[in-house]
């Protein structure tokens, strides 16, 4: 408790949430379910205004009201730092190529030229999730989708979201002669901007239908318990639309935006960088790349793919020259910068330019991040410290992409990705992150992902950087919200913070790891306010 227990005070409409067991996340990574049993805390409004026992509760608060959960366990709300509602919620009627039935390129062809001729003229068709590991050992061409005739445009998006294949009047209308993309595929910058920026070509939503859209994707993403996210790549057209979602009370998830860095000078301008906002809708800082993606087999690496002939090492989409300016701009600007870099040499980039910058214009408490940051090299993580940055690792890639990261980055490399025990042995700190769509945004998922490091297959893929459930738990809420600069208003159940929060089933800390994605999810409740209910099982 935080006053002594004969001290009562107003009950007003303060309300007790009481259950077998509140982890209330006040200490530090690891430490959940060793410090003194908390079983209740009371709420007013939207926040935590007091923790201990339902007994010395009822105390404090005479005749206030009383919810218990009984056999439930409490945890903070759950905060996916790093996905894509936005751009999901642009899309929700792609094919799905991410279903069973899709595991041989005949389906998928047979499921688009379907598409094609249902489509009105002019109509996009869009699939998503796109696996060539599925279809092997031949991956979809331009020419695939050029020999389903019509002249609809077609777009398909690869699992990584970093690249696609178009046919060839898509890729005319992006202005692309289909002669000179003789595969179909646009990567990276280009295929963002084709896609989900401002002026993006492919058909969008009206403001009505994106929001409808969101609604529709914070429904499951509530009955996994998630409370926060982080929108990992935002327009200001996108921004927009979020603020009138909130508007019109139909925001029930808070946001914390990254914006599309190609847009940071004209929100410097204008004053709005990193912390602008309020507890349901923030700019959390500006979003850049340096290479590519580990499921698209195009990250940027100091050794080169396992599965290369001749040598891969991955792409850099951002030259250095350009990155160092831009990242210079936001630092002296006052803003963080949240940058995808995930191979050891992309990683090794940016650390080179981030410190430059900051000895040149030191800011201290300035976190900047690194998003993905999935493998790291000798010498990284004290880097990484040293110049204190965060990091924000996928959760649950190890569910979604299995062992063909074993066949493409082989065993000693795995032992150096999605690095969390590393992270946290050096206090480096870290967020749990899905990247939704490219994996699973259940948290409890990632939560056996960081606990097992075992793949669907139950292949182990880097045993040596398992954490521990309570690890696991803080980076998934205390983390994320750390990195996004939020700490002191969410992820942990304690006084002045937000009532953000999830009743379990079970107690993800003394469960079988194997089962934590079996833990029913009762209630999500979001400031105060049950946002999903599902009862308990």
Same mark, same amino acid.
């Given at each position: 408790m935080n006053t002594p227990s004969h001290a009562q005070e107003p009950a007003g409409s303060v309300r007790i949430v009481s259950a077998r067991r509140v982890h209330t996340l006040t200490g530090a990574p690891g430490t959940a379910g060793t410090d003194r049993p908390v079983t209740a805390f009371a #709420? *007013?409004?939207e926040q935590v205004v007091a923790t201990g026992t339902t007994a010395e509760l009822r105390s404090r608060f005479p005749g206030a009201e009383h919810l218990d959960h009984q056999t439930g366990v409490i945890v903070p709300g759950f905060n996916d730092a790093h996905q894509h509602l936005s751009d999901l919620a642009n899309g929700l009627d792609e094919l799905d190529l991410a279903a069973p039935e899709f595991s041989e390129l005949t389906a998928v062809l047979a499921a688009l030229a379907d598409r094609i001729r249902a489509a009105a003229r002019g109509q996009w068709v869009r699939a998503h999730r796109y696996d060539e590991t599925r279809t092997a050992p031949r991956a979809l061409t331009r020419g695939d989708l050029d020999s389903l005739g019509g002249d609809a445009p077609v777009l398909v998006t690869h699992v990584s979201d970093h690249s696609a294949v178009l046919n060839s009047p898509a890729l005319r209308l992006a202005g692309l002669d289909p002669e000179r993309v003789p595969d179909g595929r646009v990567h990276g910058p280009e295929l963002f901007r084709l896609l989900w920026s401002d002026e993006a070509i492919v058909d969008q939503p009206s403001t009505d239908g994106w929001i409808a859209g969101v609604e529709r994707l914070v429904a499951r993403y509530h009955a996994a318990g998630i409370t926060s996210i982080g929108d990992a790549l935002v327009s200001p057209g996108q921004l927009g639309r979020y603020q009138e979602a909130r508007r019109r009370g139909r925001l029930t998830v808070r946001v914390n935006a990254l914006v599309d860095a190609v847009h940071a000078d004209a929100f410097l301008a204008l004053g709005v960088g990193s912390g602008f906002g309020d507890a349901w809708l923030r700019v959390g800082g500006? =979003? $850049?790349? #340096? %290479?590519?993606a580990v499921a698209g087999h195009s990250c940027l690496l100091e050794q080169p793919f396992s599965d290369s002939d001749p040598p891969d090492h991955g792409e850099q989409v951002t030259p250095t020259a350009e990155l160092h300016a831009l990242v210079e701009r936001v630092h002296r600007a006052g803003s963080a910068m949240a940058v995808h870099a995930n191979g050891d040499r992309a990683i090794g980039v940016l650390l080179d330019v981030v410190e430059q910058v900051q000895a040149a214009h030191p800011r201290p408490g300035l976190m900047h991040r690194i998003e993905h940051c999935t493998v790291l090299g000798p010498g990284l $993580? $004290? &880097?990484? =410290?040293? $110049?204190? *940055?965060a990091a924000v690792p996928f959760g649950s890639y190890l569910t979604a992409h299995g062992t063909k990261l074993l066949r493409w980055y082989g065993v000693e490399r *795995?032992? &150096?990705?999605?690095?969390? &025990?590393?992270? *946290? %042995?050096?206090a480096i700190p870290v967020a749990g992150a899905s990247d939704h769509s490219a994996a699973p945004f259940e948290p409890l998922i990632a939560l056996r992902d960081m606990v097992t490091r075992t793949a669907p297959d139950g292949v182990v893929l880097g045993a040596s950087q398992r954490i521990t459930a309570a690890e696991a738990l803080w980076i998934q809420t205390v983390g994320s919200a750390t990195v996004a600069g939020e700490a002191h208003v969410k992820g942990s159940l304690t006084p002045g913070r937000l009532a953000d929060y999830v009743v379990l089933d079970d107690d993800p800390l003394t469960v079988d790891p194997d089962g934590l994605p079996e833990i029913g999810v009762r209630e999500t409740v979001v400031g105060g306010v049950t946002r999903w209910s599902g009862g308990a099982r």
């Open positions: #709420v *007013l409004g500006f =979003k $850049a790349f #340096v %290479d590519g $993580a $004290a &880097r990484i =410290k040293a $110049a204190g *940055l *795995l032992h &150096r990705m999605f690095p969390h &025990r590393t992270l *946290l %042995d050096h």
